[in-house]
């Protein structure tokens, strides 16, 4: 089968993802390869519904475990349907948030542990990132850089569960230093800008 890269970026809500996931971007299109650009809850149209499901203000009697098999069912979704097509004609897919942020925020935050590796090894299908990149910023300093009034219903948790995130993230980079790439993002976007791109062009080559 012909392989493109996958790549992934985490971190808590409002470490600069989606500020750097314009440089990755960038980087990729400088290089004139062929990309894919997406995100998790979502990425498809069933993907998308089930988004406004799970991030509803008004959903907040939902059941963790229902939670965490609504952002697996989307993930499911997201691998069958994009990223593996994707990476079988040797596109390069860049993921805002994949896997790692159901296990840092359903396994940790919400505390339901193991379980959620294992609902999610069916929706992964073995299909995980080559790099992914971790945001590394204290939990409350990317809160403050999120308006009050555009929080949705995960990032207005309380102060504990984003430090429980946040401990989780640690612990998965710990367990997975082959693939997960920690960012300090507490610098300058430029500084962060120019580690994203020394890891990037390690990974071209060593195609
Ligand atoms: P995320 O996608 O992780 O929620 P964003 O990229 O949207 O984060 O960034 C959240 C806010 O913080 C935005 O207003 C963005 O301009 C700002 N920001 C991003 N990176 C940095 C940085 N390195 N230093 C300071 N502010 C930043
Ligand atoms: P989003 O608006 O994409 O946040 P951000 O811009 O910070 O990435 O909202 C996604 C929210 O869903 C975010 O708070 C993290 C959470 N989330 C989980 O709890 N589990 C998951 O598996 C995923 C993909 C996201």
Known sequence: MKKGIFISIEGPDGSGKSTQI??????FKDKKRDIVFTREPGGTAIGERIRAI?????CSEMDYMTEAML???????????????????????ICDRFVDSSIAYQGYGRRL??????????????CMPDVTFLMKIDP????????A?????????KEAFHDEVFRGYLKLEEENPGRIVGIDASRSIDEIKRD??????????CL
Do not use: C, M, W
């Open 22 to 27: 314009e440089n990755i971007k960038q980087f």
């Open 54 to 58: 799970i991030l509803d203000n008004n």
């Open 71 to 93: 952002y697996a069912a989307a993930r499911a979704q997201h691998v069958s349907q994009v990223i593996k097509p994707a990476l079988a004609e040797g596109k390069t897919v």
């Open 113 to 126: 542990g193991e379980a959620v590796a294992v609902i999610n090894s069916y929706a992964v299908a073995g």
């Open 140 to 147: 409350s300093v990317g809160k403050n850089r999120i308006r």
């Open 149 to 157: 009034d555009q929080q949705d219903r995960l990032e207005s948790e």
């Open 196 to 205: 994203i791109y020394s890891k990037l062009e390690e990974v071209l080559n």
